[in-house]
């Protein structure tokens, strides 16, 4: 991964960087203000940074990626909103569908543009594996606390581990998309041990920071310009 930070958003088409960096404004001042939570309008707050990031998203140059990019970040933001709201008493049930939703999408976006297996980066390989067992570890983690939920925490979990493993799979430009799954899916981690397990040092600094760069680098990956060897072609296109 390079050592540029700006490197993501100047990979963007030149349209989509402004709203690229917007969204990470508005996720970096959502983080700074978890210190007096909860407050009024705050799921108005959280949901900026996947609306921002969505403005981007309509500037991809691939019809198709488009679509799934832009589902994944409404269901996203849908999540963030519903997961904003205690006082919704199925408000942790329902960010947690419209979260599954997000992931089916990014899946669905990753598989299309997959490499075989002999072409994929050996540090790939190695990290899908142990995302799968990670997943396994953490569900048996979780088995105690989750009462009447076991079976929509089981599907979420593979459904994750799915789209983790088809991201480190695609053929994107640099590491962005990868890092970026990695990243997601620790913050979806720590959410189930806050929920499932006990309370984490930071916790909501930890999952609120992990996600937000999860999703801007999950953006930058997906939409950078492609050399013509990566291109997607005319079939993927349409």
């Not at 959280?46 to 990019?69: D, G, I, S, T």
């Not at 849908?78 to 008493?89: C, F, S, T, Y």
């Not at 640099?174 to 620790?186: K, M």
Request: a positive charge; aromatic letters at 14%; hydrophobic letters at 60%.
């Amino acid at each position: 991964m390079t050592s540029n930070f700006f490197a993501p958003a100047a990979a963007l088409p030149r349209e989509a960087r402004r709203f690229w960096w917007l969204a990470a404004v508005a996720g970096a001042a959502y983080a700074v203000s978890l210190r007096g939570t909860p407050y009024a309008d705050q799921a108005i707050a959280k949901v900026f940074l996947c609306a921002l990031l969505l403005f981007a998203a309509l500037y991809h140059r691939v019809p198709r990626e488009r679509v799934w990019l832009c589902a994944a970040l409404v269901f996203s933001g849908a999540g963030d909103v519903l997961l904003a709201l205690p006082a919704l008493a199925q408000g942790f049930v329902f960010g947690l569908g419209a979260f599954l939703v997000a992931h089916l999408a990014y899946f669905m976006l990753f598989w299309r543009v997959r490499r075989p297996w002999a072409q994929v980066p050996r540090w790939h390989r190695v990290a899908i594996v142990l995302v799968w067992i990670a997943a396994a570890l953490l569900y048996a983690l979780y088995w105690p606390g989750m009462g009447e939920l076991k079976a929509p925490v089981a599907c979420y979990v593979v459904v994750l581990a799915m789209m983790a493993s088809a991201a480190l799979l695609a053929d994107v430009r640099g590491e962005w998309a990868p890092v970026g799954v990695l990243l997601f899916a620790v913050s979806d981690a720590l959410i189930g041990t806050t929920r499932f397990v006990g309370s984490v040092p930071a916790q909501e600094y930890a999952i609120w920071i992990l996600y937000a760069l999860a999703q801007l680098l999950l953006v930058a990956g997906i939409m950078a310009i492609r050399t013509p060897g990566q291109a997607p072609s005319s079939n993927e296109k349409g």
